[in-house]
Structure formats: C-alpha cells, structure tokens
C-alpha cells in the first residue's frame, strides 16, 4: 500500500511540474522579413553588398534550454542578388558561386553557447562549392510575441559572421576582391502550431 502510494505521489509530482506547452518551438522563415546579407572589400575603394534572394529552413526554439536550439538553412545560389546584372552573372559563373555545379550552400547548426540573456554564439556547418567549414553566427534574440497584426507567434533574431572565401576554394580576385566576407543575417520566424489532431495541442 505504501508503494502504491508512494507512485501515485511521484506521478502527480511529474505531471505538475509539466510546461503548459511544448518547451521546444519549429518555427518555418517569415522570407518577406528575413534577409542574408554580405559584404566584401572591392579594390579598396567600397565594401560592396550582396544579397541571396531565395532560400528555405527552419529553426527549433527551446525555451527552457536555448542550448538545445537549432537551426538548417539552405540557400540556392542562382539567388545572388547584386543590384547589377552583369555582376549577378558574374558572381554565378565558375569564378565564384559556381551555380549549375554547386546550386545549393546549406548551415546546419551543431552547437550553440548562450552568452547572454538575450544572446548566444550559434556554430554550424556551413557548406559553400562542396566544401564544409565550422562557423559561428554571432546571435542576438530581438523578440518573441503574438504578430500585432494578426495571430501568429513571431520570433526575430539578427545575426552576424565573418568567413574567408578562399577557405572554401572561392579565390577569384584576391587579394584585391576581399578575402573576408562579413555576413549579417535578420530573422522573423513564424511558429508552426499544432493541429487539433497533434496530440500535443492537448497542451496547448
């Protein structure tokens, strides 16, 4: 009896001390405010900028240990967007991004350090021409909340990283087209909501 009793006071323990909802959060790219950005030093005279236009992922969001978040971003190269045409098609050709051969680069997260109450370094793999790198994504967490305008859940993080080109076999140019390419990354990610046949919007 007292053995019974005893389970009986562990389960409803565990079931207290359960979130109301899932810690863990999939949130799928919001891509009308999401932006990865570059800059690279060209001749010394600018640090021109560039843009990639078409791109897909999602990131897991762990509320109660951040540590545990992720992230997958794959990214078409065709999508380079310089504001010339000439110089979006160079940056397609075998020079640089080498798109009929290489049409996609992918980060996939590994690891993730928190630094900070709002920010936290982001480590992955990032995978440009064939060639798989460690980088790690400077992150700072902007906010979480109810969209003003209308009911989806919104999370927004800025990003930012520095890569050597030439590391991943992109050396058209040097050294007077910039080795370091300074990336800065803008977040909003919409949170997916389970249906009402998901068992687990039962906690919701």
């Not at 949130?27 to 021109?48: C, E, P």
């Not at 240990?65 to 110089?87: F, L, R």
């Not at 990032?126 to 859940?153: Q, W």
Request: with cysteine.
């Amino acid at each position: 009896m007292k053995n019974i009793l005893r389970t009986a006071l562990f389960t409803s323990c565990l079931f207290a001390v359960q979130p109301a909802h899932a810690e863990v959060e999939k949130y799928t790219f919001d891509k009308a405010h999401t932006q990865i950005i570059f800059f690279v030093n060209h001749l010394g005279f600018s640090n021109s900028e560039g843009e990639f236009l078409d791109f897909d992922g999602h990131y897991l969001f762990d509320r109660a240990d951040p540590a545990k978040s992720s992230v997958e971003v794959t990214i078409k190269t065709a999508g380079i967007d310089m504001d010339d045409q000439p110089w979006d098609d160079h940056m397609k050709n075998e020079d640089f991004f080498n798109v009929e051969k290489f049409p996609t680069m992918t980060f996939k997260s590994t690891a993730i350090e928190v630094t900070g109450e709002n920010t936290a370094n982001i480590t992955g793999d990032l995978t440009i021409l064939g060639v798989t790198k460690p980088v790690t994504l400077a992150t700072t967490h902007n906010k979480s909340g109810k969209h003003p305008f209308g009911d989806k859940y919104v999370s927004g993080f800025s990003a930012t990283a520095k890569v050597k080109r030439s590391e991943f076999g992109m050396n058209y140019g040097l050294p007077m087209i910039g080795d370091e390419v300074d990336i800065r990354i803008e977040v909003e990610g919409v949170r997916e909501e389970p249906t009402a046949s998901d068992p687990a919007s039962e906690n919701k």
